[in-house]
């Protein structure tokens, strides 16, 4: 089991940059896929990014590919999200969220169900 703890937002200006963290517990965190999502007021929760175990491998959903990168520091137990050209429908509670299985398709790798745990969130607000 592993214990997900959000934190970084806040209030940024349209083009603006934000990096988002996500502290995991316990031991076994490079044994799990580490995936962000959003969601934003009256929105259903949306993917935004995925990285593997390692980090060799990432994914991302197409409206945000290019301005987002994922990353992760296994010795920190640290998942990151970096947000840079970052707009007012960026807005949203930001989620990670952490994937014990090995493979899956890229549809899967989308969907908030194919993920175990889920940390409580942070708000980021772009403003125009």
């Known amino acids: 089991q592993v214990q997900l703890v959000e934190s970084g937002g806040g209030l940024v200006q349209a083009g603006g940059s934000l990096r988002v963290s996500c502290a995991a517990s316990?031991?076994?965190?490079?044994?799990?896929?580490m995936g962000w999502f959003r969601q934003a007021p009256g929105k259903e929760r949306e993917f935004v990014a995925r990285?593997?175990?390692?980090?060799?491998?990432?994914y991302y959903s197409d409206s945000m590919k290019g301005r987002f990168t994922i990353s992760r520091d296994n010795a920190k137990n640290t998942v990151y999200l970096q947000m840079n050209s970052l707009k007012p429908e960026d807005t949203a509670i930001y989620y990670c969220?952490?994937?014990?299985?090995?493979?899956?398709?890229?549809?899967?790798?989308?969907?908030?169900?194919?993920?175990?745990?889920w940390g409580q969130g942070t708000q980021v607000t772009v403003s125009s």
């Open positions: 969220a952490a994937d014990p299985a090995v493979l899956r398709s890229r549809a899967a790798q989308a969907m908030a169900s194919a993920y175990d745990y």
């Open positions: 316990g031991r076994t965190f490079s044994s799990y896929a």
């Open positions: 990285i593997s175990r390692t980090g060799a491998d990432t």
